[in-house]
């Protein structure tokens, strides 16, 4: 046991290290000689009983080091600005009409001026008939761009290289329009992205209200989408093989990145699912803290800008770490880890409460009755989900009936959007928030958690239910 405890925390320790890389790497100059003394330092260490710090500095240099690749990459980018240039690349994401009814989406590049290079690209343009996982060409002037994307382009000139699209995306559009087909606006527009994260989709006005109220986050793709769709898969198939199950479950995991749109918050919900599939089907557990901080470092590895400037993925981590490690330690210290209800209503407070400062420092914006809004919103939002699904498939399989079916959907999106909109209302404040508040806050979170942590914290009811099934696993391997 004191083994798997000490593998637990350095796996956990050298992810908040490799994480950390990244951060103080960005900003200020790593020359490549600290990178590699901190490396021979790691070479050393490792033949020694200081094998443990070996790995941490060596993940604290893996970041420095990507966090280098990142700023050479950048500069590069920030070279061309105010100049015109040629883009290839790639939509990647769902083109929507902005508020100056403009078309607006990213572009994955993959050549600059006939070269090979990778990043994303905000484009604001006419409207033209373009679709997700077209091949473009642009031309124009590039800017600066704050956000998820690295620079933009205002009104290039557009050439499609290549309409083709998957069968999974020509699937994906006839869900999306079945959904709107089945589900008035802008409740299906909500709907999507209560789904799959379709933020873009979702009008700004809405857009605003949700960040009124705190709950952004129910639009940028957590585990929390994930976890519904696995525990449906694991209820139902309950009777059948492990192996059934965990494949069932992968390929539904796959088609839903695939569905989504593979962005950094995206990938992050797949891999936090799979991985807690993954110790289960073993016969393993897996801590929330490990887990957060292992999928944190894995995807910010993979796009470091998500770390640094994706609010989504920042909202979703935020609020994925207040369900899995706040709430419990609440529930258990308030005497409510037995009671359903009361775990969903700290679920919902523990989201608020870590989402809050992101939401005040890129909004402005506060509600005082928001937290009453996340308490009677969050609990809906799975329900409001499968709703959501039934309804976007009968429209899909039986659209004479399905307007019936799409019924339930409806009254309940209506009564959330209702509940965001007038929670919205209700004397909002404008507090704008600076980093150094986020830190602070942050901080006093996490001091907090120290001091009452209990030995055992108590995990969210789903979570525990794949856990249990570990140690049953642990049990029939013993036997």
Do not use: C
Request: net charge positive.
């Amino acid at each position: 046991m004191k083994t798997t405890i000490h593998q637990t925390t350095l796996i956990t320790a050298a992810s908040l290290a490799f994480l950390i890389g990244l951060v103080i790497g960005r900003p200020m100059f790593v020359s490549g000689a600290l990178v590699v003394g901190l490396f021979a330092i790691t070479l050393v260490l490792g033949r020694s009983r200081w094998r443990n710090l070996a790995i941490i500095i060596m993940a604290l240099t893996l970041g420095l080091w990507r966090a280098g690749q990142v700023r050479w990459s950048d500069q590069i980018l920030a070279s061309h600005f105010g100049q015109s240039v040629r883009l290839e690349g790639v939509v990647r994401d769902d083109p929507a009409l902005n508020d100056q009814n403009q078309l607006s989406f990213s572009l994955a590049t993959s050549r600059l001026d006939d070269r090979p290079y990778r990043t994303n690209i905000a484009v604001f343009t006419h409207r033209l008939p373009i679709r997700r996982g077209y091949q473009i060409a642009l031309v124009g002037k590039l800017k600066p761009s704050i956000g998820a994307n690295q620079a933009e382009f205002s009104f290039p000139q557009t050439q499609i290289i290549s309409d083709h699209i998957s069968w999974l995306e020509r699937w994906r559009l006839r869900f999306f329009a079945a959904e709107r087909a089945m589900i008035p606006e802008p409740l299906a527009s909500f709907a999507l992205g209560l789904l799959i994260g379709a933020r873009a989709l979702i009008p700004k006005t809405l857009q605003a209200q949700l960040a009124a109220v705190g709950l952004s986050h129910l639009v940028a793709v957590s585990g929390y989408n994930l976890t519904i769709l696995v525990d449906g898969v694991r209820r139902v198939f309950r009777n059948s093989s492990k192996f059934f199950v965990l494949a069932l479950s992968l390929w539904l995991i796959g088609g839903f990145v695939a569905v989504a749109g593979a962005s950094a918050s995206i990938v992050r919900a797949g891999a936090v699912s799979i991985l807690v599939l993954a110790a289960g089907y073993y016969g393993r557990t897996i801590k929330p803290v490990l887990l957060i901080a292992l999928v944190a470092a894995l995807t910010a590895g993979l796009n470091p800008h998500a770390l640094y400037s994706d609010l989504g993925w920042q909202l979703s981590f935020a609020a994925f770490a207040g369900i899995l490690i706040v709430a419990p330690i609440l529930g258990e210290r308030l005497g409510l880890s037995n009671h359903p209800l009361g775990m969903i209503a700290l679920e919902a407070l523990a989201a608020y409460l870590l989402t809050l400062p992101l939401i005040l420092h890129s909004f402005g914006t506060f509600t005082p009755i928001a937290p009453l809004t996340n308490l009677i919103v969050m609990p809906l939002v799975p329900i409001a989900m499968l709703a959501s699904f039934v309804a976007g498939l009968a429209g899909l399989a039986v659209p004479l009936v399905g307007g019936w079916l799409a019924w339930p959907a409806i009254l309940l999106l209506r009564f959330i959007v209702g509940v965001i909109e007038t929670g919205s209302k209700l004397h909002p404040l404008t507090v704008q928030v600076s980093i150094g508040f986020m830190i602070a806050w942050y901080g006093l979170i996490i001091g907090w958690l120290a001091a009452i942590w209990p030995k055992r914290p108590t995990p969210p009811t789903w979570y525990n239910d794949i856990n249990r099934e570990a140690d049953h696993v642990r049990t029939q391997q013993m036997a």
